[in-house]
């Protein structure tokens, strides 16, 4: 069935602009609150200045946050009355376009919001230019002028980014730190931009509705908060493996290959949806070896020339493990790690043991990153391939990126983006129904001076989220013995 006899014809004079401007009045209130309890040049929260004569500087930040959470529910509630108005055929793809761009318009002009990141960006874009090696120094080792704008744990790591994001945070990395975070600001909006087109696109070939598709994969407070807000290197990544993704659709396996290439060369995980972009490729009818060989060979020969054009090496791929990173309840393996760890410390501390919870912390980590993902890739790819439709494809590359995010060591609500804009374009109701709910509660897990609450909750969210998965697991196997052979 197409998208035109998919749904009702959509008019936008049919559905409330109260939405629409209670999520303008929310990012409105954001940005301008992001000026005082954003991510801002780092700074103790014990030692913050008063921002009122009347009032200690701890207590004023504790009174903008609460605001800024305020805000930040009027704005889910908005979008999803959007996404309700939506998948009722009431708006049309080009409203929900709009909508997005109107709510991102007051973040454009905001503080970094929910993470320090972009300060680290502008500080691997000074070593870049300095002559350095940003995959083997730190911002301290150069020293980067903007160094005391990190968070004191990031300060020494190398860049675990790929060429292109140095490149990137090089062009940007001039003049004053205000104008850098502006310009990678910029090329977060490039991104951005690939994926209000790519997106519809997708939808499209799937037979799915874009408007729906644009609401979930464009206009979702991660997108806004975390990636306009926030101006991370992943909106470059998510809208080149969505373009990608489109264009391979239309069986140009060789666009789809260049488009995936580069955007492995801003974030490695993006490997993980070539294999989908070939599948996507033969759906539309290209030949299995041709499309194997033009668009694989695309992305190694687009990703070798970034890389060499950078005068760089695959050093890079030294600085992915992030075992020095802070663990959460968002990421699974850590949260089933630390309760395994818990139930073990007492005995083995008695036997003369000692650091029981970060050795299975560790273990864990590696079982689901180098075990139980690769296979589930696999399992999502050969399922794919006995489907073969571009739909059940575009889903399980969505599922693919999915699972790269809930088994990696550590999660943040950034990484949600790329499956999310995915499975928009393509799930059933469900799926995008449990997608929404995912991004709906993801969009406020870090506030926005990036105190992480799965970090400071990690300990209850634990010991919840892994009774939750226990529980899942009985259900799951109760129903399938109950299944009829």
Known sequence: MSASTATPVATSTGWS??????????????????????????QDPGQLTPAAPLLPGPVWHGIGLALWVTAAAVLIGAWWAVGRAAREGRVTP????????????????????ASHDVYSYACQGQIYLAGADPYRVGPADLPCRWLTAIPPIWRDQPAPYGPLAVLVSAAAAHGSLLATVAALRLAALAGLAGLAAGVPALARRCGADPAVALWLGLANPVVLVHLVGGAHHDALTVGLVVGGLAVAARGRAVAAGALLGLAVAVKATAVVALPFAVLLAVASGRRWPRAVLSAGGAAVAVFAAVTVVAGLDAGWVTALPVSHQPVSWMSPPSAVGAVLGAVAAGPLSLAGVHGAIPATEDAVRAGALYVVLPVTLVALWWRAVRSGGTRSVTVAAGLALAVTVVLAPVVYPWYAAAPAAVLAAAAGPRLLRATAVAVAVLSVVVVPDSHNLAILTRWPGAVVEVAALVALAVWAARRRRARPD
């Open 17 to 42: 602009t109260s939405a629409r401007y209670a999520g303008l009045a929310a990012t409105a209130l954001m940005a301008l609150l992001s000026w005082t309890v954003g991510a801002l040049p780092w």
């Open 94 to 113: 080009r409203a929900v376009l709009v909508t997005a761009v109107l709510w991102a318009l007051p973040l454009l002009a905001a503080a970094p919001l």
